[in-house]
């Protein structure tokens, strides 16, 4: 995983946990995006996550983490965006599967819904696994509107 990118952001909920995420990410050789918040403060999550979506489009990010309470609407807001596949994991099982299968691009963590260790996990799992291609490519080709 050296020598890859990854965005990242969140609102406050997502931000008691973000640091150390990035501390993960930094120890395995990854560059960090980071796009904030920095802070505990009440923030709207799009001005957080739509920097993450658009890295990961233009291919200045491998990959990205976003992350609220509910991981929904951070999932929601990156989705609008066309070459974005987000998936929202609250274990390792879909963090997996969402890489191998979907070829997902943004991982969207439920922050309210987990413990910090799980959200650890889930990003570690997310990132070890690839797209599997195959069968699965054809239903991911099957996603884009235009």
Known sequence: ??????AIGCDHAGFPYKDRII????????????FGTDAPDSVD?????????TSVESNEANLGI???????????????HQGIRAALC??????ALARQHNDANIL???????KEEEAVSIVETFLSHEFE????????DKIPTT
Not at 26 to 32: A, D, P, R, W
Request: some cysteine; hydrophobic content about 40%; aromatic content about 6%.
């Open 45 to 53: 999550y799009p001005d957080f996550v739509h920097p993450v979506a």
């Open 90 to 95: 609250w274990n390792e099982e879909l963090a």
């Open 66 to 80: 976003v992350m609220c309470g509910s991981g929904n609407g951070v999932a929601m807001t990156v989705n609008k």
């Open 108 to 114: 969207s963590l439920p922050i309210r819904f987990l």
């Open 133 to 140: 291609g195959g069968r699965h490519q054809r239903r991911v």
């Open 23 to 34: 501390q993960l990410l930094e120890s395995k050789g990854i560059k960090v995006l980071n």
């Open 1 to 6: 995983m050296a020598n890859k990118t990854i």
